[in-house]
């Protein structure tokens, strides 16, 4: 159904493939009726259920139904059939930002544009009572005329009106560009950890690097709780003050949104009055092709005791603090991520679930053919059927839990060919990790 060519519930044409993660795969499409282009973001509605992202989905849905911005991107309409969901999105045909900061630093008047295009929509969102809490350059994707458009709200909190002085506390988002507050584990101001972000992402458009970076995710966390960056020699005096204001530590005495509109930095140019946005309404009526988020799960809502059933296997070893200070050197934590020059042994972090974890290397054994034996302890042992060069390759994966939403993967090979253990290991499991990894043993963020 999702082949080039194809045609979904007689509206939209499928055409190339635009990008893949573990669990959703996003096509460029026609609508049949208009001809316009669109985007679809095509979910696996076992995968979601699975790993126990259904509530997420929902939240994802009802936050794109709700925020409809000139610099957001538009959910159209959601169908779902018994085994997929798909989400009908506008298509940015610029594709991520990411990609013209990747070339190099952008001109300020020119990165100017894009921030007062980002505070715009962040600003918004806020009034809305949503907090993106994953804002970074490859989530900011850019339309053909090169307008700004805010992306993949998966990891956004929706607070009540009545209750957006509430505090959040879920760790989430992209390590780089966390606000202190959040890596604290303290209790945050969605606005105000948002907005730390879209400092992060101003430095990096000015200058074409990261204001905070390590090779040692300890490190990095150092800094940042710091706020210790440098703003290079051709950055402004005003937009040097701006960021400086917004890379405030202290989340109480760090700007708001409303007095970033205000700065002269900010206001140079600035249209206040957007183009209007195209007029087309987001369908998520209960009709016979569209449904909304709490139906869209219906047709397999009896398989929740299966996902159950399989959380219950996944109880990963937790770490306290005797256990941390063993694996680290002395009571530096950079231990954890040590170079021993042991290369049949790797590490990542990643914020995903347990299960999710698991679901995403059952995935990838049953991809490379590989048995996967589960044991107590949250230890997997994947087994290859037919003997290599040095008889059969065995790999052990353990995790270990520090937090219920912080997780240390140790991989390592038991038995069998390092070659064939080293290119499995670069050209199959690493790509496909990469939708739960935080950050490699040994790489920069």
């Not at 962040?122 to 090169?146: A, M, Q, T």
Request: glycine share 6%; hydrophobic share 40%; charged share 25%.
């Amino acid at each position: 159904m999702e082949k080039r060519g194809s045609v979904l519930m007689q509206k939209y044409e499928f055409g190339r493939l635009l990008g893949q993660g573990n669990f959703a795969k996003v096509y460029h499409a026609r609508d049949l009726k208009t001809g316009d282009n669109v985007a679809i973001k095509v979910f696996d509605k076992e995968k979601v259920l699975k790993v126990g992202l259904v509530d997420q989905t929902k939240r994802e849905i009802s936050i794109m139904k709700l925020v409809k911005h000139p610099n957001v991107l538009q959910l159209y309409e959601v169908l779902a059939t018994k085994t997929k969901i798909y989400f009908i999105i506008e298509y940015a045909k610029g594709g991520e930002l990411f990609n013209k900061v990747a070339k190099g630093r952008i001109h300020e008047d020119i990165a100017r544009k894009y921030v007062q295009q980002l505070i715009s929509a962040v600003d918004y969102c806020h009034s809305k009572g949503v907090y993106h809490r994953d804002l970074k350059p490859e989530n900011l994707l850019l339309d053909e005329n090169g307008v700004l458009k805010v992306a993949d709200f998966g990891l956004s909190a929706l607070v009540e009106s009545h209750h957006q002085e509430s505090m959040l506390s879920t760790v989430c988002g992209t390590p780089a560009y966390v606000a202190p507050e959040v890596i604290s584990r303290r209790g945050y101001d969605g606005a105000k950890s948002d907005l730390w972000s879209c400092g992060v992402i101003l430095y990096v458009l000015l200058s074409g690097h990261l204001p905070f970076y390590d090779l040692n995710l300890m490190a990095l966390y150092k800094k940042i709780g710091k706020a210790k960056y440098k703003c290079p020699n051709w950055f402004s005096f005003e937009s040097r003050r701006l960021i400086a204001k917004i890379l405030d530590p202290n989340p109480h005495t760090r700007i708001s949104t409303t007095k970033v509109m205000e700065s002269s930095w900010f206001k140079k140019g600035f249209n206040s009055k957007p183009d209007k946005m195209e007029n087309r309404l987001i369908n998520v009526a209960s009709s016979s092709s569209s449904v909304d988020s709490d139906n869209v799960f219906g047709v397999c809502e009896n398989q929740s005791s299966d996902v159950e059933e399989n959380q219950a296997l996944v109880k990963p070893t937790y770490l306290n603090a005797f256990d941390i200070i063993s694996l680290s050197a002395g009571l530096d934590l950079t231990g954890l991520f040590a170079n021993n020059g042991d290369e049949d042994n790797v590490k990542f972090t990643s914020m995903n679930s347990a299960s999710s974890i698991m679901s995403t290397l059952e995935d990838i054994a049953r991809v490379l053919k590989m048995t996967i034996a589960k044991k107590d302890g949250g230890l997997l042992k994947l087994e290859r059927s037919k003997e290599g060069r040095k008889g059969q390759l065995s790999i052990d994966v353990e995790i270990f839990e520090f937090t219920e939403s912080f997780y240390l993967v140790e991989m390592k090979k038991l038995c069998g060919d390092t070659l064939e253990y080293q290119k499995i290991l670069k050209e199959d499991i690493r790509p496909n990790l990469k939708a739960i990894v935080w950050v490699w043993q040994g790489e920069k963020q």
